[in-house]
T-cell receptor, first 111, second 116 residues
């Protein structure tokens, strides 16, 4: 079966650093994606990892360990606008870019 | 803006009815995927179309069906609507040639379907 786990909720303050973890168990693996979704809006792409290691993109970084079935999204210098749901998704090898999503982590940033 | 447009944005239907949702993919994209997102949940994969052929399906019953047209736009049809079908339906388009490509999926704003 397919199983992707991430924390339901996290809170942090402006300017801080937060790490959102994701563990996965899937029958196939062809990349892991992180998406950001503000309430009532479409998910927007943040990062992609297919090899082990860290991918950095401005204030956002994503890490992958395939042997551990583990990824994290690191957000630095948090801003109020970063309050959103963060979705971890694994791409299935058998169906192109079809993604298996976790339930999402709701991040609340306070001043 | 991603260039992926969905219509309608909101829809209310009665249990037992049929509904058609539409998606125009981003220019140049040949693959469309449909997802169902219930409140407080992550999107669930329904199916994917690549060059007008179904190219993968999630765990949804046959009353969920789809089409992709030569211009790569797509429709999602749901028959015999049930109350649990109430959700946000998301369409995502991408350019696929090989599974190994980093083909980012761009999502539309979604259609909010309410079944009463």
């Amino acid at each position: 079966g397919q199983n992707i786990d991430q924390p339901t909720e996290m809170t942090a303050t402006e300017g801080a650093i937060v790490q959102i973890n994701c563990t996965y168990q899937t029958s196939g693996f062809n990349g892991l994606f992180w998406y950001q979704q503000h309430a009532g809006e479409a998910p927007t792409f943040l990062s992609y990892n297919v090899l082990d290691g860290l991918e950095e993109k401005g204030r956002f970084s994503s890490f992958l360990s395939r042997s551990k079935g583990y990824s994290y999204l690191l957000l630095k210098e948090l801003q109020m606008k970063d309050s959103a749901s963060y979705l971890c998704a694994v791409r299935k090898t058998q169906a192109g870019t079809a993604l298996i999503f976790g339930k999402g982590t709701t991040l609340s940033v306070s001043s | 803006e991603t260039g992926v447009t969905q219509s309608p944005t909101h829809l209310i239907k009665t249990r037992g009815q049929q509904v058609t949702l539409r998606c125009s993919s981003q220019s140049g994209h040949n693959t469309v995927s449909w997802y169902q997102q219930a409140l407080g949940q992550g999107p669930q994969f329904i199916f994917q179309y690549y060059r007008e052929e179904e190219n993968g399906r999630g765990n949804f019953p046959p009353r969920f069906s789809g089409l992709q047209f030569p211009n790569y736009s797509s429709e999602l049809n749901v028959n015999a609507l049930e109350l649990d079908d109430s959700a946000l339906y998301l369409c995502a388009s991408s350019l696929d040639g090989q599974v190994s490509m980093n083909t980012e999926a761009f999502f539309g704003q979604g259609t909010r379907l309410t079944v009463v």
